[in-house]
C-alpha cells in the first residue's frame, strides 16, 4: 500500500534559525505532492504542492520544498522560523489518476522557541 | 483560489440523536468530495469518496449506515452522523475536486461533540 512517512512526530526550533521538515513517500511513479498546514482547530492550509516540472518549489509564507525522486523525498523548508510557524505540518500525497484521495502522513508538531 | 465552506463549524448533541453537516464548493463544481476525521493531535483519516450522483465509497472499518454520505449536486455533499455516541466526537473535514484535478481544496472543518 501506499504510505507517506513523516519521521520527526516533534520538533522545536529557535525563532530566526532554519527549518526542514522531512517527508517519504513509497509510490512507484512519480506521485503529486503537497505540504499542509493546520494549527490548532482550524482547517488545513495548502503550503506547497509539486506536480511536475522543476523540481524546487516555492509555496506560501517564506516555504519551499525540493522533490528528490531517488531518495523518494519531498522535504520542506525554511531559512528563518518565525514564532507564528508553530503549527501541525502535514506531508500528502496522491497517487495515480485524479479523483483519488490524499493520503496524508502522521505530521510534524513544530515548537518554535524564543 | 477555490473555496470550499462547511456548516456548521461546530456542534454539539446529545448521545443518540444524529447531527447533519454540509460541504459546499462555492465558486466550482466538485465532481468529488472526500470526507476526512481527525482526532486530537493525529493525522487526517479518509473516511469516505463520494462522486457527485453515486453512492459513496467507504474506507475499511467506517460504517456506512452510521455515517451517511449524499453528494447530490456538483456543489453540496454532507455527512450525517446518525445515533451519534460520545466516540464520535471528533473535528471532520470536507475536502473537494474538480474534473480531472489533482489539488483539492479543503473546508474549514467542523467540530462534533456528543454528550
Known amino acids: 500500500a501506499q504510505s507517506v512517512t513523516q519521521p520527526d512526530i516533534h520538533i522545536t526550533v529557535s525563532e530566526g534559525a532554519s527549518l526542514e521538515l522531512r517527508c517519504n513517500y513509497s509510490y512507484g511513479a512519480t506521485p503529486y505532492l503537497f505540504w499542509y498546514v493546520q494549527s490548532p482547530g482550524q482547517g488545513l492550509q495548502l503550503l506547497l504542492k509539486?506536480?511536475?516540472?522543476?523540481?524546487l518549489v516555492q509555496g506560501i509564507k517564506g516555504f519551499e520544498a525540493e522533490f528528490k525522486r531517488s531518495q523518494s523525498s519531498f522535504n520542506l523548508r525554511k531559512p528563518s522560523v518565525h514564532w507564528s510557524d508553530a503549527a501541525e505540518y502535514f506531508c500528502a500525497v496522491v497517487e495515480g489518476q485524479a479523483g483519488t484521495a490524499l493520503i496524508f502522513g502522521k505530521g510534524t508538531t513544530l515548537s518554535v522557541s524564543s | 483560489g477555490a473555496v470550499v465552506s462547511q456548516h456548521p463549524s461546530w456542534v454539539i448533541c446529545k448521545s443518540g440523536t444524529s447531527v447533519k453537516i454540509e460541504c459546499r464548493s462555492l465558486?466550482?463544481?466538485?465532481?468529488?468530495m472526500f470526507w476526512y476525521r481527525q482526532f486530537p493531535k493525529q493525522s487526517l483519516m479518509l473516511m469516505a469518496t463520494?462522486?457527485?450522483?453515486?453512492?459513496?465509497?467507504?474506507e475499511q472499518g467506517v460504517e456506512k449506515d452510521k455515517f451517511l454520505i449524499n453528494h447530490a449536486s456538483l456543489t453540496l455533499s454532507t455527512l450525517t452522523v446518525t445515533s451519534a455516541h460520545p466516540e464520535d466526537s471528533s473535528f471532520y473535514i470536507c475536502s473537494a475536486l474538480g474534473q480531472g484535478q489533482h489539488e483539492q481544496y479543503f473546508g474549514p472543518g467542523t467540530r462534533l461533540t456528543v454528550t
Open positions: 465558486d466550482f463544481q466538485a465532481t468529488t
Open positions: 509539486y506536480f511536475s516540472g522543476d523540481t
Open positions: 463520494s462522486n457527485e450522483g453515486s453512492k459513496a465509497t467507504y
